[in-house]
T-cell receptor
Framework: AQKITQTQPGMFVQEKEAVTLDCTYD???????LFWYKQPSSGEMIFLIY??????QNATEGRYSLNFQKARKSANLVISASQLGDSAMYFC????????????FGTGTSLTVIP | GAVVSQHPSRVICKSGTSVKIECRSL??????MFWYRQFPKQSLMLMAT?????????EQGVEKDKFLINHASLTLSTLTVTSAHPEDSSFYIC????????????FGPGTRLTVT
């Protein structure tokens, strides 16, 4: 089974609007971390936000927030007030305590911000 | 955040030659480094996990003899693509991390390899 599932290959959002990128995960581990990365066309991977499995509050980093619903095993990324520079690929990833160092990535969502 | 450098950023080589890609963590000691391969518009495919001082752990389907990984120090890992073929052309990305599930990966800027 896929560890990380991103069901939206592509998304469009109007500039200044909010957008939610979906991510669901599969793990039997109690301790794990969830990450979101942004990859612009230049290819670099940029870390955006982290949510620990024991964190009770949703993580927030500036315009990024993570809607963590543990029972549903979802970790959706919310980008508020979208900007043209937000156009990029977005990857959800997970790291489990029991599997040590390995990161599992989703297939990514291509976000396009429309002026 | 921590800085990871990767060299070269782009390389073109002829079929049959070998290419070495370096990955360095500049401001922290990385207990683990990862090597990924990414095809256009696709996700990152983990090739191998490298721990300092020990042999790399390769993912299923990745040829160990073709993709040689050396992690000689806590700040340097190298990937050598041996006897390169055009199908090895891809974007190779390294990352570095501390051990522990709460630690993020710090990615290098990637190396675009073209084999002619």
């Amino acid at each position: 089974a896929q560890k990380i599932t991103q069901t939206q290959p592509g998304m469009f959002v109007q500039e200044k609007e909010a957008v939610t990128l979906d991510c669901t995960y599969d793990t039997s581990d109690q301790s794990y971390g969830l990450f979101w990365y942004k990859q612009p066309s230049s290819g670099e991977m940029i870390f955006l936000i982290y949510q620990g499995s024991y964190d009770e509050q949703n993580a927030t980093e500036g315009r990024y927030s993570l809607n963590f619903q543990k029972a549903r095993k979802s970790a959706n990324l919310v980008i508020s007030a979208s900007q043209l520079g937000d156009s990029a690929m977005y990857f959800c990833a997970m790291r489990e305590k029991n599997t040590g160092n390995q990161f599992y990535f989703g297939t990514g969502t291509s976000l396009t911000v429309i002026p | 955040g921590a800085v990871v450098s990767q060299h070269p950023s782009r390389v073109i080589c002829k079929s049959g030659t070998s290419v070495k890609i370096e990955c360095r963590s500049l401001d922290f000691q990385a207990t683990t480094m990862f090597w990924y391969r990414q095809f256009p518009k696709q996700s990152l495919m983990l090739m191998a996990t490298s721990n300092e001082g020990s042999k790399a752990t390769y993912e299923q389907g990745v040829e160990k003899d073709k993709f040689l990984i050396n992690h000689a120090s806590l700040t340097l890992s190298t990937l050598t693509v041996t006897s390169a073929h055009p199908e090895d052309s891809s974007f190779y990305i390294c990352s570095a991390s501390l051990s522990g599930h709460s630690y993020e990966q710090y990615f290098g800027p990637g190396t675009r390899l073209t084999v002619t």
